[in-house]
Protein backbone atom coordinates (compact mmCIF):
# COMPACT_ATOMS: atom_id res chain seq x y z
CA UNK A 1 0.00 0.00 0.00
CA UNK A 2 0.85 3.42 -0.27
CA UNK A 3 2.67 5.82 2.53
CA UNK A 4 1.53 9.01 3.05
CA UNK A 5 2.06 11.80 5.33
CA UNK A 6 -0.26 14.35 6.74
CA UNK A 7 -0.19 18.06 8.07
CA UNK A 8 -2.19 19.01 11.02
CA UNK A 9 -1.68 22.59 12.28
CA UNK A 10 -3.10 22.89 15.98
CA UNK A 11 -4.12 25.43 18.40
CA UNK A 12 -1.61 27.23 20.98
CA UNK A 13 -3.52 25.15 23.60
CA UNK A 14 -2.62 21.84 22.16
CA UNK A 15 0.68 19.94 23.68
CA UNK A 16 2.70 16.90 23.14
CA UNK A 17 0.96 14.58 25.40
CA UNK A 18 -2.29 15.87 23.63
CA UNK A 19 -1.35 14.53 20.17
CA UNK A 20 0.34 11.49 21.55
CA UNK A 21 -3.22 10.84 23.19
CA UNK A 22 -4.77 11.51 19.76
CA UNK A 23 -2.39 9.14 17.56
CA UNK A 24 -3.21 6.49 20.65
CA UNK A 25 -7.13 6.66 19.20
CA UNK A 26 -5.91 6.60 15.53
CA UNK A 27 -4.04 3.13 15.95
CA UNK A 28 -6.92 1.92 17.78
CA UNK A 29 -9.17 2.73 14.72
CA UNK A 30 -7.06 2.16 12.13
CA UNK A 31 -8.19 -1.30 11.46
CA UNK A 32 -11.43 -0.14 10.30
CA UNK A 33 -10.12 1.66 7.35
CA UNK A 34 -7.20 -0.57 6.54
CA UNK A 35 -4.61 2.45 7.62
CA UNK A 36 -1.90 1.57 9.92
CA UNK A 37 -0.28 5.01 11.38
CA UNK A 38 3.65 4.44 11.58
CA UNK A 39 4.79 7.32 13.52
CA UNK A 40 4.46 10.79 13.84
CA UNK A 41 6.21 14.21 14.68
CA UNK A 42 4.85 17.37 16.61
CA UNK A 43 6.75 20.46 16.60
CA UNK A 44 5.38 22.07 20.20
CA UNK A 45 7.20 25.77 18.59
CA UNK A 46 5.55 26.16 15.07
CA UNK A 47 2.44 24.18 16.68
CA UNK A 48 2.77 21.27 13.65
CA UNK A 49 1.75 17.49 13.60
CA UNK A 50 3.08 15.01 10.99
CA UNK A 51 1.92 11.93 10.79
CA UNK A 52 3.18 9.08 8.59
CA UNK A 53 0.52 6.65 7.62
CA UNK A 54 0.09 3.51 5.49
CA UNK A 55 -3.24 3.48 3.67
CA UNK A 56 -5.20 2.58 0.76
CA UNK A 57 -5.91 6.26 0.25
CA UNK A 58 -5.76 10.16 1.27
CA UNK A 59 -10.00 9.75 1.86
CA UNK A 60 -9.05 6.85 4.40
CA UNK A 61 -6.66 9.08 6.29
CA UNK A 62 -9.40 11.48 7.01
CA UNK A 63 -12.05 9.08 7.48
CA UNK A 64 -9.61 7.39 9.99
CA UNK A 65 -8.92 10.80 11.82
CA UNK A 66 -12.29 12.44 11.55
CA UNK A 67 -13.98 9.09 13.43
CA UNK A 68 -11.06 8.52 15.95
CA UNK A 69 -11.00 12.34 17.40
CA UNK A 70 -12.22 14.60 14.83
CA UNK A 71 -8.75 16.89 13.76
CA UNK A 72 -9.27 16.26 10.09
CA UNK A 73 -5.69 16.74 8.63
CA UNK A 74 -4.93 20.12 6.65
CA UNK A 75 -2.73 18.28 3.65
CA UNK A 76 -1.91 15.15 2.82
CA UNK A 77 0.90 14.07 0.50
CA UNK A 78 2.03 10.56 -0.73
CA UNK A 79 5.91 9.97 -0.02
CA UNK A 80 8.46 7.20 -0.64
CA UNK A 81 9.23 6.02 3.13
CA UNK A 82 13.05 5.59 2.69
CA UNK A 83 13.00 9.13 1.38
CA UNK A 84 11.17 10.50 4.86
CA UNK A 85 13.98 8.76 6.73
CA UNK A 86 16.82 10.37 4.44
CA UNK A 87 14.87 13.76 5.61
CA UNK A 88 13.82 13.00 9.26
CA UNK A 89 15.78 10.31 10.54
CA UNK A 90 13.40 7.81 11.24
CA UNK A 91 10.27 5.86 10.29
CA UNK A 92 8.50 4.61 13.09
CA UNK A 93 7.76 6.15 16.81
CA UNK A 94 11.35 6.79 18.62
CA UNK A 95 12.20 4.70 21.53
CA UNK A 96 9.69 5.95 25.26
CA UNK A 97 12.06 8.65 26.74
CA UNK A 98 9.45 8.73 29.81
CA UNK A 99 7.80 6.30 32.47
CA UNK A 100 4.55 7.24 31.03
CA UNK A 101 1.85 5.32 29.39
CA UNK A 102 1.78 7.25 26.23
CA UNK A 103 5.12 7.74 24.17
CA UNK A 104 4.77 11.20 24.43
CA UNK A 105 7.08 12.43 20.78
CA UNK A 106 8.32 15.78 20.97
CA UNK A 107 10.14 16.05 17.87
CA UNK A 108 10.04 18.54 14.97
CA UNK A 109 9.84 17.84 11.27
CA UNK A 110 11.50 20.77 10.59
CA UNK A 111 14.84 20.81 8.93
CA UNK A 112 17.47 23.04 7.59
CA UNK A 113 18.17 21.41 3.48
CA UNK A 114 21.92 22.33 2.06
CA UNK A 115 22.15 21.57 -1.77
CA UNK A 116 25.88 21.21 -2.66
CA UNK A 117 26.39 22.04 -6.19
CA UNK A 118 29.57 21.32 -8.15
CA UNK A 119 29.94 23.57 -11.72
CA UNK A 120 32.66 22.91 -14.34
CA UNK A 121 34.89 26.42 -14.38
CA UNK A 122 36.45 24.63 -17.49
CA UNK A 123 35.91 20.53 -18.95
CA UNK A 124 39.72 20.21 -19.08
CA UNK A 125 41.39 18.84 -16.02
CA UNK A 126 44.61 20.33 -15.12
CA UNK A 127 45.93 16.32 -14.09
CA UNK A 128 45.23 13.03 -15.88
CA UNK A 129 42.38 12.00 -13.69
CA UNK A 130 39.29 13.41 -15.90
CA UNK A 131 36.78 15.76 -14.51
CA UNK A 132 34.68 13.01 -13.47
CA UNK A 133 37.52 11.55 -11.21
CA UNK A 134 37.97 15.12 -9.66
CA UNK A 135 34.03 15.21 -9.12
CA UNK A 136 33.91 12.31 -7.21
CA UNK A 137 36.38 12.64 -4.86
CA UNK A 138 34.65 15.95 -4.09
CA UNK A 139 31.20 14.22 -3.81
CA UNK A 140 33.64 12.19 -0.77
CA UNK A 141 35.16 15.05 0.76
CA UNK A 142 31.45 16.39 1.50
CA UNK A 143 29.83 13.21 2.62
CA UNK A 144 32.25 12.60 5.24
CA UNK A 145 31.84 16.28 6.09
CA UNK A 146 28.37 16.13 6.32
CA UNK A 147 28.34 13.03 8.63
CA UNK A 148 30.51 15.36 10.94
CA UNK A 149 27.58 17.79 11.24
CA UNK A 150 25.10 15.25 11.98
CA UNK A 151 23.92 15.40 8.19
CA UNK A 152 21.79 13.28 6.44
CA UNK A 153 22.30 12.75 2.21
CA UNK A 154 19.14 12.35 1.07
CA UNK A 155 20.21 13.00 -2.60
CA UNK A 156 23.44 12.02 -4.19
CA UNK A 157 24.69 12.22 -7.80
CA UNK A 158 27.47 14.11 -9.76
CA UNK A 159 28.00 17.81 -9.21
CA UNK A 160 24.61 17.72 -7.16
CA UNK A 161 23.97 17.01 -3.38
CA UNK A 162 21.26 17.25 -1.08
CA UNK A 163 21.49 17.34 2.99
CA UNK A 164 19.54 17.35 5.82
CA UNK A 165 19.75 19.03 8.66
CA UNK A 166 18.29 18.87 11.90
CA UNK A 167 20.49 21.73 13.47
CA UNK A 168 20.24 24.92 11.71
CA UNK A 169 24.20 25.53 13.58
CA UNK A 170 25.00 22.30 12.36
CA UNK A 171 23.82 23.50 8.82
CA UNK A 172 25.95 26.14 8.42
CA UNK A 173 29.01 24.89 9.90
CA UNK A 174 28.91 22.10 7.44
CA UNK A 175 28.74 24.95 4.65
CA UNK A 176 31.82 26.67 6.11
CA UNK A 177 33.52 23.73 6.61
CA UNK A 178 33.01 21.91 3.37
CA UNK A 179 34.51 25.72 1.67
CA UNK A 180 37.40 25.26 3.84
CA UNK A 181 38.26 21.87 3.62
CA UNK A 182 40.98 20.18 2.63
CA UNK A 183 39.95 20.09 -1.07
CA UNK A 184 41.13 22.96 -1.82
CA UNK A 185 44.62 21.97 -0.99
CA UNK A 186 44.41 19.42 -4.36
CA UNK A 187 43.83 22.62 -6.98
CA UNK A 188 40.23 21.92 -7.51
CA UNK A 189 39.33 25.13 -7.02
CA UNK A 190 41.67 26.37 -10.26
CA UNK A 191 38.30 23.92 -12.36
CA UNK A 192 35.48 23.31 -9.97
CA UNK A 193 33.42 25.62 -8.21
CA UNK A 194 31.36 24.53 -5.24
CA UNK A 195 28.11 26.95 -4.25
CA UNK A 196 26.19 26.06 -1.55
CA UNK A 197 22.30 27.12 -0.80
CA UNK A 198 20.96 26.67 2.57
CA UNK A 199 17.06 26.78 3.43
CA UNK A 200 14.49 26.12 6.02
CA UNK A 201 11.08 24.08 6.55
CA UNK A 202 8.48 21.67 7.12
CA UNK A 203 7.88 18.62 4.79
CA UNK A 204 4.22 19.10 3.88
CA UNK A 205 3.09 22.22 2.02
CA UNK A 206 0.98 23.00 -0.82
CA UNK A 207 3.35 21.39 -3.22
CA UNK A 208 3.07 17.52 -4.01
CA UNK A 209 6.63 16.60 -2.71
CA UNK A 210 8.16 16.35 0.25
CA UNK A 211 10.05 19.36 1.10
CA UNK A 212 9.57 20.43 -1.83
CA UNK A 213 9.46 24.31 -2.00
CA UNK A 214 12.13 23.76 0.51
CA UNK A 215 14.51 21.84 -1.63
CA UNK A 216 13.31 24.67 -4.56
CA UNK A 217 15.12 27.34 -2.72
CA UNK A 218 18.37 26.01 -1.48
CA UNK A 219 18.46 24.84 -5.16
CA UNK A 220 17.96 28.67 -6.38
CA UNK A 221 20.33 29.99 -3.59
CA UNK A 222 23.01 27.54 -4.90
CA UNK A 223 22.92 27.94 -8.33
CA UNK A 224 21.50 31.36 -8.90
CA UNK A 225 23.12 33.58 -6.35
CA UNK A 226 26.60 34.91 -6.80
CA UNK A 227 27.47 34.18 -3.47
CA UNK A 228 29.48 30.64 -2.55
CA UNK A 229 27.47 30.13 0.64
CA UNK A 230 23.84 31.56 0.30
CA UNK A 231 21.39 31.21 2.97
CA UNK A 232 18.01 32.39 3.63
CA UNK A 233 16.39 35.07 5.81
CA UNK A 234 14.45 32.38 8.28
CA UNK A 235 18.08 30.10 8.21
CA UNK A 236 19.91 33.38 9.20
CA UNK A 237 17.06 34.15 11.74
CA UNK A 238 17.02 30.68 13.20
CA UNK A 239 21.30 30.31 13.05
CA UNK A 240 20.97 33.41 15.66
CA UNK A 241 18.58 32.55 17.72
CA UNK A 242 20.43 29.33 18.23
CA UNK A 243 23.63 30.78 18.87
CA UNK A 244 21.92 33.99 21.49
CA UNK A 245 21.65 36.33 18.48
CA UNK A 246 25.44 36.06 17.64
CA UNK A 247 25.58 37.70 14.08
CA UNK A 248 26.14 35.42 11.04
CA UNK A 249 29.61 35.47 9.22
CA UNK A 250 28.91 37.95 6.87
CA UNK A 251 32.42 37.68 5.53
CA UNK A 252 31.53 33.99 3.95
CA UNK A 253 27.86 33.89 3.60
CA UNK A 254 25.45 35.49 1.94
CA UNK A 255 21.82 36.67 3.42
CA UNK A 256 19.01 36.83 0.83
CA UNK A 257 16.22 38.76 2.50
CA UNK A 258 12.98 38.17 1.83
CA UNK A 259 12.04 40.65 -1.13
CA UNK A 260 15.16 39.41 -2.61
CA UNK A 261 14.14 35.53 -2.41
CA UNK A 262 10.98 36.90 -3.71
CA UNK A 263 12.43 38.49 -6.45
CA UNK A 264 14.97 34.98 -7.17
CA UNK A 265 11.20 33.01 -6.99
CA UNK A 266 9.99 34.82 -9.54
CA UNK A 267 13.08 35.25 -11.77
CA UNK A 268 13.29 31.36 -11.96
CA UNK A 269 9.75 30.92 -12.34
CA UNK A 270 9.54 32.80 -15.38
CA UNK A 271 13.12 31.53 -16.95
CA UNK A 272 12.27 27.94 -16.44
CA UNK A 273 8.69 28.66 -18.28
CA UNK A 274 10.62 30.41 -21.16
CA UNK A 275 14.22 29.73 -21.35
CA UNK A 276 14.00 27.68 -24.58
CA UNK A 277 12.65 30.35 -26.30
CA UNK A 278 15.08 31.76 -28.72
CA UNK A 279 13.62 35.13 -28.73
CA UNK A 280 13.79 35.77 -24.99
CA UNK A 281 15.17 38.92 -24.14
CA UNK A 282 15.83 41.83 -21.02
CA UNK A 283 12.76 43.50 -22.48
CA UNK A 284 10.55 40.37 -21.88
CA UNK A 285 12.11 39.80 -18.33
CA UNK A 286 11.48 43.45 -17.71
CA UNK A 287 7.83 43.19 -18.77
CA UNK A 288 7.02 39.95 -16.66
CA UNK A 289 8.87 40.61 -13.20
CA UNK A 290 7.55 44.70 -13.27
CA UNK A 291 10.67 46.15 -13.17
CA UNK A 292 12.26 48.99 -15.74
CA UNK A 293 15.37 47.73 -18.09
CA UNK A 294 17.97 49.56 -15.70
CA UNK A 295 15.93 48.69 -12.63
CA UNK A 296 16.40 45.08 -13.49
CA UNK A 297 19.76 45.29 -14.71
CA UNK A 298 20.47 46.74 -11.07
CA UNK A 299 18.31 43.75 -9.85
CA UNK A 300 20.18 41.15 -11.23
CA UNK A 301 23.72 42.01 -11.00
CA UNK A 302 23.44 42.12 -7.48
CA UNK A 303 21.97 39.37 -7.32
CA UNK A 304 23.64 37.28 -9.92
CA UNK A 305 26.57 38.68 -10.83
CA UNK A 306 25.04 38.61 -14.69
CA UNK A 307 22.98 41.04 -16.70
CA UNK A 308 19.75 39.79 -18.17
CA UNK A 309 21.73 38.67 -21.26
CA UNK A 310 24.34 36.92 -19.50
CA UNK A 311 22.06 35.06 -17.02
CA UNK A 312 20.26 33.52 -19.82
CA UNK A 313 22.81 32.55 -21.87
CA UNK A 314 24.52 30.79 -18.65
CA UNK A 315 21.61 29.09 -17.69
CA UNK A 316 20.96 27.43 -21.78
CA UNK A 317 24.45 26.48 -21.73
CA UNK A 318 24.04 24.51 -18.84
CA UNK A 319 21.13 22.76 -20.00
CA UNK A 320 22.88 22.32 -22.54
CA UNK A 321 26.09 20.63 -20.94
CA UNK A 322 23.61 18.30 -19.02
CA UNK A 323 21.98 16.93 -22.11
CA UNK A 324 25.74 16.10 -23.47
CA UNK A 325 26.78 14.55 -20.60
CA UNK A 326 23.18 12.27 -21.12
CA UNK A 327 24.48 11.74 -24.87
CA UNK A 328 20.55 13.43 -25.03
CA UNK A 329 20.70 14.31 -28.91
CA UNK A 330 22.87 15.88 -31.65
CA UNK A 331 24.76 19.07 -31.13
CA UNK A 332 22.56 20.84 -33.41
CA UNK A 333 19.31 19.60 -31.70
CA UNK A 334 20.49 20.02 -28.32
CA UNK A 335 21.74 23.87 -29.65
CA UNK A 336 18.24 24.09 -30.76
CA UNK A 337 16.60 22.89 -28.19
CA UNK A 338 18.24 25.11 -25.39
CA UNK A 339 16.93 28.29 -26.71
CA UNK A 340 20.33 29.11 -29.37
CA UNK A 341 19.66 30.22 -32.49
CA UNK A 342 21.89 28.45 -34.53
CA UNK A 343 24.67 25.53 -33.73
CA UNK A 344 27.42 27.67 -34.61
CA UNK A 345 26.36 30.65 -32.29
CA UNK A 346 26.00 27.69 -29.10
CA UNK A 347 29.46 26.04 -30.28
CA UNK A 348 31.08 29.91 -30.05
CA UNK A 349 29.08 30.35 -26.23
CA UNK A 350 29.98 26.85 -25.35
CA UNK A 351 33.54 27.51 -25.82
CA UNK A 352 34.13 30.68 -24.58
CA UNK A 353 32.22 28.97 -21.38
CA UNK A 354 34.10 25.81 -21.21
CA UNK A 355 37.09 26.26 -22.92
CA UNK A 356 36.48 23.86 -25.96
CA UNK A 357 33.96 22.99 -28.70
CA UNK A 358 31.36 20.99 -27.93
CA UNK A 359 32.12 18.40 -30.37
CA UNK A 360 35.56 18.04 -28.71
CA UNK A 361 34.28 17.73 -25.53
CA UNK A 362 31.54 14.86 -26.19
CA UNK A 363 34.25 13.14 -28.12
CA UNK A 364 36.99 13.23 -24.85
CA UNK A 365 34.07 12.03 -23.05
CA UNK A 366 32.46 9.39 -25.64
CA UNK A 367 35.45 8.33 -27.65
CA UNK A 368 32.64 5.59 -29.76
CA UNK A 369 29.87 8.21 -29.63
CA UNK A 370 27.77 7.97 -32.36
CA UNK A 371 26.88 11.83 -31.64
CA UNK A 372 26.58 14.52 -34.69
CA UNK A 373 29.93 15.99 -34.03
CA UNK A 374 29.68 19.06 -36.89
CA UNK A 375 29.82 21.41 -34.63
Known sequence: MPIYMDRH???EQVTAEIVADLHQKDLKIQHKFNCKG?????????KTAFCLVEAPDKTAIEEMHNQAHGAVPH????VDSAVVESFLGRIEDPEKSQNTALNIINDPAFRTIMVAGIKNLSLKAPTEKSVKEHMDNLNISINETAAKFKGRIVRHKSGYILISFDSVT????????????DWLKLNFDSFLKINIGLSAGVPVTSKEGIFEDTILLAERLCDVVSGEITISSEVKDLYESENLNMAINREHITVLGSIDEKFLNLLMDYTEREWRNTSLNANDFSKCLGYSKSQLYRKMILLT????????KEYRLNKALERLNQKNGNISDIAYETGFNTPAYFSKCFRKAYGMLPSVYTKSMYPSSHLNLNA
Open 305 to 312: GKSPHSFI
Open 170 to 181: DAVGCALEIKKG
Open 38 to 46: LTYWFDDTR
Open 9 to 11: DVS
Open 75 to 78: RIIE
